[in-house]
Nanobody, 120 residues
Framework: VQLVESGGGLVQAGGSLRLSCAGSGRILRIGDMGWYRQAPGKQRELVAIITSGGRTNYADSVKGRYTISRDNAKRTMYLQMNSLKPEDAAVYYC???????????????WGQGTQVTVSS
């Protein structure tokens, strides 16, 4: 059971990227999910969260530019990032809480991280 991220890359300021985070393995259900990011020399920070019911919350720095969503049937979460700024550059990590597998085990999972680079 793991999370696999994709979609990072290099984009010019003002551009857009879409990140994906897919759960793989014998997953029965996933609780709240979220995206975090960590820039060099800085602490990891919360970017956005989405509950299992679809409620969302965003860091002030990304409100109005980022959209978090999830497809429970596909065990996948997305982060649409628009109007990117150089200060958005970081390694982005996805998180999934209360991941229950078909054996009844419950764990919190992190993705491997994906690099987002924004050129000015």
């Amino acid at each position: 059971v793991q999370l696999v991220e994709s979609g990072g890359g290099l984009v010019q300021a003002g551009g857009s990227l879409r990140l994906s985070c897919a759960g793989s393995g014998r997953i029965l259900r996933i609780g709240d999910m979220g995206w975090y990011r960590q820039a060099p020399g800085k602490q990891r920070e919360l970017v956005a969260i989405i509950t299992s019911g679809g409620r969302t919350n965003y860091a002030d720095s990304v409100k109005g530019r980022y959209t978090i969503s999830r497809d429970n049937a596909k065990r996948t979460m997305y982060l649409q990032m628009n109007s990117l700024k150089p200060e958005d550059a970081a390694v982005y990590y996805c998180y999934a809480g209360d991941v229950v597998d078909t054996f009844g085990h419950k764990n919190d999972l992190w993705g491997q991280g994906t690099q987002v680079t924004v050129s000015s």
